[in-house]
Every structure is written in structure tokens, then in C-alpha cells.
């Protein structure tokens, strides 16, 4: 795992401490998939919460393998199950909440091993539910902005009740419709068994916890910033994405499992990161210090979709709103990675 600067990390996760947190306080939690970007941000908040305000919660994560942990974490407890969430998942103890965020979530997971990506989002969903139904736990569910396939014409972003076209019978699919699909089944559970459960779709996250494998193009661009070298286009860049600082995602997860509506599911993004993969690419470069080159080689790799820009309203109604502007959340990445322990790595 790398190195993280604990004094820079400790006071961007401050940041996202209110009144509204301390519900959090001597709570028992569950988090699939702790070892990502999003679930071990997640985890690195609420372990950081127990060490400065002495909040008492009781932590657990359902993991693939052992669960990475940052060296100024070491000492706290964390009951770790090391399996599949594609298998029943036994605890126990109570829980109250279940922040489900474990899936194959980069490009060539879908391209080489469709059906493990189809059968983690929904045999882990269908687990993770069936947890929450025990322990009379709320639910969280990391969904994704590719649930809505192309933006229908006419319409400029992505709104919760909106959905417009995916082919099904490409293999590429295999995640969009697996989310889909697993967002069905937990309305289905809400209907028939009562459980309490929202959705969070998360746009494109990004943050210092990216993980090696992953080969999506903005954590390739970051992995070349850290190590001071050019980042490479091959294609035009395009693409509108929304881009949301890892730290802004766990703030509007923990808005939803506060506040959120029984079976719904909301949209997170944030407004300053609502750009096209080449000025993401060229904001990476402009504060890392390198080059931005083109060298254009157009593939139809990647995803199909070409604007994936999603509304937040929704998520503002919460009363939730971004903490960290596309410029602070980049610095930020930068900022709490020793820069020496990621060449270490490589």
C-alpha cells in the first residue's frame, strides 16, 4: 500500500466532519470492497474519525484479500472477512449501516471476465441484502453513472428518473447492466421483505487510493503525474465526464445514509468537475508539473458513451455540497501521496 502524508490526509478528512457525522458515533458499520478507492476512503474516515473524536464506531469489511490498512490506522480495530461477496456473507453482531461498494469497476475487468463482473455486482448485491434484512441494517449501494448508457438528445445532464440507450448484447454491458440490475433487486427487497436501502451513482472518482490494476484513463494520467512523467492522449479527449474528488464522495454517501429516501437513488457529482477527459488530463498536467501530448490513435476502446455528465439537485436537496473544487481535489491526490513510496511501487 502506498504512503500516505497523515498530517495532509488527517486535515482533508476534518474537512468533512459536522454535527450531522456525530450519528455516525457509536455506530457498528460494514463495508464490502474496502480495499478500493471508494470503499477504503470510506473506511480511512471512519477509522479517522475514531482516532480524533474518539467516535467509538465498530468497523467491519467483507474483502477479497487481506484488508490494507495505512500505517497510522494500524492499532485500531477492524473485524475482517476475507471472501467473495459473491459468497453469504456470516456476521456476527448488529449492524446499522452496510456501504456495499465492491464490483470489478476498470475497463479491462469488463473486457476479460464479463461474468465475474456480472456475478460480483449481483450475487454481492443480492448478499449484501440479505445482510441487511438479518441485522435491520440500512443499505447502501454504490451504483454507477453507467447505469443511464447515452444522454437522450436534448437533455444536458444525467437526472435519477432519465435512462437512455445500452446494447445489451455487448459484453461491454456487463457492468452497466449488472448495476442496473442489481438496483432492481434492491427495490424488489424494499417491496418484499421491508429492507431499507438508497443508491448512490457515483460519477468518475477519482483520488490518492486509486487502485494499480485499474487501466481507466484518468487514474493512468494520475499514475503519470506522480511519477513526473508526460501523459500521453490517444485520442481527442472528447468525452464529458463528471469528475467528483474521492473525499466529495464519501461526504454525499453519508448525506444518503442519513438522509436519503428509502429506494432512492441519487446521483454524485460535483459541479466544478463537469469537464471533458482532455481538460481533466490538462488540469492534471498544469498542477503536476508535466506535459500534455497527443498522439492520436482513435480505437473505440473504452466506453461508448460520450457525455456522461450527471445533475447533483437531487443530492443537494440532502443539503449536501462539494467540499473540494477540481483544482483543490487534484492538489489534494497529489498532496497526500508520498510521492517517494508511489516510485517504489512502480
Known sequence: MRTFNKSNYFSSL?????????????KSILITGANGLIGGSLLDFFLFLNEKYQANISLAVVVRKDLEVHDFFQEQKVARIIQSVEEVIHFDGDLDYIFHTASNAHPQAYDLY??????????????????????????????????????????KHHVENLYGLI??????????ESKRLAETLIVSYIKEFGVEASIVRPAYIYGARFAEANTRADVDFIKKCLAKENIVMKTKGSQRRSYCYVLDCVSAMLAVALKGENGAAYNISSDSGNVQLVDFARKLAEISGVELIFDIQESGAGSPVQNSLLSNEKLKGLGWNEGFDLSEGIRDTFSNILVSSFKEMK
Open 114 to 155: 464479463p461474468v465475474e463482473t456480472i456475478m460480483t455486482t449481483v450475487a454481492g448485491t443480492k448478499n449484501t441484502l440479505e445482510l441487511a434484512k438479518e441485522k435491520d441494517a440500512k443499505l447502501i449501494f454504490v451504483s454507477s453513472s453507467e447505469v443511464y448508457g447515452e444522454l437522450p438528445e436534448g437533455a
Open 14 to 26: 476534518d474537512r468533512l466532519v459536522t454535527d450531522e457525522i456525530k450519528t455516525f458515533f457509536d
Open 167 to 176: 446494447d445489451i448484447l455487448s459484453p461491454r454491458s456487463c457492468y452497466s
